[in-house]
C-alpha cells in the first residue's frame, strides 16, 4: 500500500507562497484537503447517506448543507458531493459504502481530484466575475449556494459560505491556472 | 451573453452549455429490420429548420443533465426549454416531431 504521503499532493501548495504582493482587499488561500465522494442515486439512497454522513443533502437545486467540517453539495438532481475535511477518503469511503449496502447508487471517491481556494474579502465576487459570467450578488447567488460552474477556461464547483467568502473547488491540472488567474484579478480590481 | 434557462438550475449564461442537436429523435425498436438506407436516415440525416426547432442542450458546466430547448433559429431566442421525456408544448411544435 502506498503511503498517504505520496497518494496525496496538494496542487497549490507552490503556489501559496507565489502570486502578486499588489495590496488587495482580496485574500486568496488555499483550502485544507479533504475526503470527497461522488454520490449518484435516488431519494431514498440520498437519505440513508445523508444519515450515515450526519448532514442532511439537499434537495433543492445549488444548494449545500454543512455540519462542523462535514458538507454536502448538490451538483445535479440525482447528484451531491460528500465533502469531509481533514478526514480519511479511505474510512470515510468504507464507512458510507457499508451504510449504502443494497441501495441502488453510485459512490465514487474524488478525493484526489481537486484542489479547493477560499476566496475572501468584500470585492471577492468581483474578482470572481473577472472570469465567471454568473450573477454573484447575494440575491442571485446568496449565502448556502453552490454550483458547478466555469472560470476562465476552466470548469469548477464554486459555493458561498458568507457573504463575502467564496469556495472554489477545480481540478489538481487545472488549480495553479485558476490561482494564478485569481491572483491577477484581484490586483487589478 | 445569452441566458439559457436549464429546467433544473435556472437561468444561466450560455457558456455553461453545450449543445446536442436535434431533440426527439426515437432510436428505431427494430434497427436489424431496418434497410441500409432508413439506417443511415436515422444516424445521419437532421431538419434544418428555419424558424422553430427542438434540440437537445446539456448544462455541461453546471448540473450535467441534458435537456430539451425550443429555440427559433432564425432570432435565437429560446422559446422554451423542457426536461427530458417531456414533448414541445402544442402551441410551439412547428417542427415536425
Known sequence: ?189 | MLLINCPYCGPRPEAEFANGGQAHIARPADPMSLTDDEWAAYLYMRDNTKGLHHERWRHANGCGRFFNASRDTTTDVIKRTYRMGERPEAEHQGAKP
Open chain 1, 1 to 189: 500500500m502506498l503511503s498517504p504521503a505520496i497518494m496525496r499532493s496538494n496542487a497549490l501548495s507552490p503556489m501559496q507562497s507565489s502570486g502578486t504582493t499588489a495590496a488587495s482587499t482580496t485574500s486568496l488561500s488555499v483550502l485544507p484537503d479533504a475526503a470527497k465522494l461522488v454520490f449518484r442515486g435516488k431519494t431514498e439512497a440520498i437519505e440513508a447517506a445523508g444519515a450515515h454522513f450526519g448532514v442532511k443533502p439537499s434537495l433543492e437545486a445549488c444548494r449545500f448543507a454543512a455540519v462542523g467540517g462535514r458538507s454536502v453539495y448538490w451538483l445535479g438532481p440525482d447528484e451531491w458531493l460528500f465533502q469531509a475535511v481533514n478526514e480519511n477518503p479511505i474510512e470515510v469511503f468504507g464507512g458510507m459504502s457499508a451504510a449504502l449496502q443494497g441501495q441502488a447508487c453510485s459512490l465514487v471517491d474524488v478525493s484526489h481530484r481537486s484542489d479547493g481556494i477560499a476566496v475572501a474579502g468584500p470585492t471577492a465576487a468581483l474578482v470572481l466575475n473577472h472570469g465567471c459570467p454568473l450573477d454573484l450578488s447575494l440575491k442571485a447567488f446568496p449565502v448556502g449556494m453552490c454550483t458547478r460552474t466555469v472560470l476562465g477556461k476552466a470548469s469548477l464547483l464554486l459555493s458561498r459560505s458568507e457573504e463575502h467568502v467564496f469556495h472554489v473547488d477545480v481540478w489538481r491540472s487545472f488549480a495553479p491556472y485558476v490561482w494564478q488567474f485569481l491572483d491577477e484579478a484581484r490586483s487589478l480590481s
